[in-house]
């Protein structure tokens, strides 16, 4: 499996998505799942992928078009006009990838089946993230639902129900998402670091707030522990139950 | 769906279950999911369901012999001598009422299937949990996994994971799993209060400490909000991440 957020806050987006990939427990590895497209000033795109392996990375090559040689290339994604056609293009490539692998056409539990969240700015648009199902549709964000997640996404979910808050910094945001992956990580073998992290504040179109989060990193580190440890002194405060 | 948990620490047992029962989600109901026999002074099992509601009730009325007129009645669960024999005969009758209503043969995906927590105390056996599979076999609960789950688990094992120690009082253990269900319920429709607590000390062979856990509790309350506060102030004090 995998673990994947995409979310907004007033000061933008915030994408963090785990590396581990696994076909069965005796073989696994490091896979990136995030891929981000930038035209300084323009736009930016950033995709982060969940199921068959196989299936996303075709479908990230095609949306690079890979096919075409390298002076040919000019991905598709940079020339939409805006989000909601960039979506189109990502659910329309990931159904047509499915469907190549599929010998009896797409079912809804499908091998080789993935979905995908995929977010950014271009131009003038309100910065947005949206969630594309292996079917081709998909939904947006919204400020009701300001948060999307992908693969193992019940472990980590009730920290982001209960301290979301559209107001927060970047840094309380990522304090949050790494939270919530320590929980999911704590509980389950498919998910593991290093994370990838992309911050993007609106109207920057830049990319550059980017970061690989390993094992040993500090910040982490603390967190993780320090989580454990917060968790276990908020216990004991609460009040005991007798019969 | 459902949640129940059964645990073992120090002192004894403790068993939790939702009571949330729903055939899609314009179609649901309260339903006990907690069934208790006991025979003073020598033995005590508990046993929780989740799964297909047809099949859980009928396994709970083979075991309580509701096939025959009420004075024939000697439930062969009260005739087992160890905890062991009783998961053997819990862990038959499921398999046999699954397989009654699949016309194919019982398949992994079953939607007949049911798993089931079976725990107590019998004579000078060591309480003990046992969790069982619809195919009928089951594992029993170690000192390394002092608690087993069933139902929607994922929402509520990180605080278990993080939070549990075998020496913990009754009214800590409480507390936990009132924690890791009042995190389920926020997080899952299928999964609602009231919930039922069965505590069951060491030897005592009494089922005397049981009760239903309604909506309105104070304690209850006070744990949902107190929580969610405490879960914001341990994480205002975790370190921010800059990128």
């Given at each position: 499996m995998t673990y994947c957020i995409g979310m907004r806050i007033d000061r933008g987006l915030v994408f963090m998505s785990d590396t581990r990939t696994s076909a069965g427990v005796d073989n696994f590895a490091t896979s990136k799942k995030m891929f981000t497209w930038c035209t300084p000033g323009e736009r930016v795109v950033t995709i982060m992928t969940a199921g068959n392996l196989a299936t996303t990375q075709a479908m990230i090559s095609l949306l690079e078009e890979r096919s075409k040689s390298q002076e040919e290339r000019d991905p598709s994604i940079l020339r939409q006009s805006t989000m909601f056609q960039v979506a189109r293009l990502v659910g329309s490539t990931l159904k047509e990838v499915i469907a190549d692998s599929s010998p009896n056409g797409q079912t809804s539990?499908?091998?080789f089946s993935a979905s995908v969240i995929v977010g950014g700015q271009i131009g003038e648009g309100r910065p947005t993230v949206y969630l594309v199902y292996p079917q081709g549709n998909f939904i947006e964000i919204t400020d009701d639902t300001p948060f999307f997640q992908i693969g193992e996404?019940?472990?980590?979910k009730p920290i982001l129900v209960r301290t979301y808050d559209k107001e927060m910094s970047f840094e309380e945001a990522i304090k949050l998402l790494l939270v919530s992956f320590d929980s999911t990580v704590k509980s389950n073998l498919s998910v593991g670091l290093p994370f990838d992290l992309m911050v993007y504040e609106t109207d920057?179109?830049?990319?550059?707030?980017q970061k690989r989060i390993e094992q040993d990193d500090p910040v982490y580190q603390s967190i993780s522990t320090g989580w454990g440890d917060a968790l276990r002194d908020a216990f004991q405060l609460l009040p005991s139950y007798s019969v």
């Amino acid at each position: 499996m995998t673990y994947c957020i995409g979310m907004r806050i007033d000061r933008g987006l915030v994408f963090m998505s785990d590396t581990r990939t696994s076909a069965g427990v005796d073989n696994f590895a490091t896979s990136k799942k995030m891929f981000t497209w930038c035209t300084p000033g323009e736009r930016v795109v950033t995709i982060m992928t969940a199921g068959n392996l196989a299936t996303t990375q075709a479908m990230i090559s095609l949306l690079e078009e890979r096919s075409k040689s390298q002076e040919e290339r000019d991905p598709s994604i940079l020339r939409q006009s805006t989000m909601f056609q960039v979506a189109r293009l990502v659910g329309s490539t990931l159904k047509e990838v499915i469907a190549d692998s599929s010998p009896n056409g797409q079912t809804s539990d499908d091998q080789f089946s993935a979905s995908v969240i995929v977010g950014g700015q271009i131009g003038e648009g309100r910065p947005t993230v949206y969630l594309v199902y292996p079917q081709g549709n998909f939904i947006e964000i919204t400020d009701d639902t300001p948060f999307f997640q992908i693969g193992e996404t019940k472990y980590g979910k009730p920290i982001l129900v209960r301290t979301y808050d559209k107001e927060m910094s970047f840094e309380e945001a990522i304090k949050l998402l790494l939270v919530s992956f320590d929980s999911t990580v704590k509980s389950n073998l498919s998910v593991g670091l290093p994370f990838d992290l992309m911050v993007y504040e609106t109207d920057s179109f830049d990319t550059s707030r980017q970061k690989r989060i390993e094992q040993d990193d500090p910040v982490y580190q603390s967190i993780s522990t320090g989580w454990g440890d917060a968790l276990r002194d908020a216990f004991q405060l609460l009040p005991s139950y007798s019969v």
